[in-house]
């Protein structure tokens, strides 16, 4: 067989197994259900704020920068979810039902079964990404008028996918190990929730914070200070905000971010003090989120197809 058949060979199977995935995906009715919830999340991230003002009889003020900083409009949660959604059945599922049989005895390499599926999964997020992103777009336009930096939307699709990526590649290799969809949805479930809970303790009132921005999801709370500017917000350093903080590095590339701990005043109990820890270059956050999100794919990338590779099927 010359190079170039083997080539074509190749991407006839892997196009094969991406087809097999997609409609596996699209007959999957949780697909939909989170997707609906997502639409929903990002309904009221639009719609919440305009019924609280007309409640408190505010006007509606323009906002050019609403659509830049909303994202998705569906945060973090629904990062995981997607990513749970996607991948829990990929590798398991096909355990569980012994399709993994007639799959793997196939004249196909375990390697393109594994690309394939990723691949499926991550078109399945992109598609979804999409919808969402032009949702959000029209809708801050229609309620908040004219818009600044669309063409940094771009930005916001890329930094979603990857941070939902991350979640994917951890969930993925649960199931391949332990071959079992409902073990790898609890295990992710309980990551997710302990290191959010853990997130929210340790950023606040800890002065390791530091150890979150090498951890998966939302990670520490810092203080934005943008040079020439007096305004202040709040930036997270996780693997869930490479979105915003890398659009927050485009539109402010010197900033730094100053990080804190809470204390109770015991002069006055009613008074919480906020006591600086460090203050890092936002430059190096973004990279670090990015390194860090990268050694997660890969890690967990490989621990699933390897898995994979070294099951035993019966032909």
Do not use: C
């Not at 003090?273 to 890969?298: D, F, G, K, M």
């Amino acid at each position: 067989m010359t190079r170039r058949e083997s080539k074509r060979s190749w991407r006839t199977s892997f196009l094969a197994v991406v087809r097999y995935e997609l409609l596996w995906n699209i007959r999957k009715k949780k697909i939909i259900g989170v997707l609906i919830l997502a639409f929903v999340f990002a309904t009221l991230a639009l719609v919440l704020p305009v019924i609280l003002r007309n409640l408190n009889n505010q006007p509606i003020e323009p906002n050019p920068d609403y659509v830049i900083t909303t994202g998705t409009g569906i945060g973090s949660f629904a990062f995981f979810l997607f990513a749970l959604v996607s991948v829990m059945n990929s590798i398991s599922g096909e355990f569980e039902s012994g399709s993994i049989t007639p799959l793997l005895t196939k004249p196909i390499s375990r390697t393109t079964v594994y690309l394939g599926k990723i691949f499926a999964a991550l078109l399945t997020v992109f598609g979804a990404y999409v919808l969402l992103i032009v949702y959000m777009a029209a809708g801050g336009y229609i309620i908040y008028g004219p818009q600044n930096n669309m063409h940094l939307i771009s930005i916001t699709l890329l930094g979603s996918i990857m941070s939902t990526l991350v979640w994917m590649s951890i969930v993925l290799a649960m199931g391949s190990v332990s071959k079992s969809s409902m073990l790898a949805a609890l295990l992710g479930i309980g990551i997710w929730l302990g290191l959010n809970i853990v997130s929210g303790i340790l950023s606040v009132f800890s002065n390791q914070a530091w150890i979150l921005t090498y951890a998966p999801g939302s990670g520490a709370s810092g203080t934005l200070n943008a040079s020439g500017s007096g305004n202040q917000s709040s930036v997270s350093t996780g693997t869930d905000s490479i979105a915003s903080i890398l659009i927050t590095y485009v539109l402010n590339p010197a900033a730094n971010v100053t990080f804190y701990r809470m204390e109770l005043n015991l002069s006055n109990p009613g008074r919480i003090n906020q006591i600086p820890l460090y203050t890092e270059p936002l430059s190096t956050i973004v990279s670090r989120s990015i390194a860090v999100a990268a050694v997660y794919i890969l890690v967990f990338n490989f621990i699933a197809w390897y898995a994979l590779k070294r099951s035993q099927v019966a032909e």
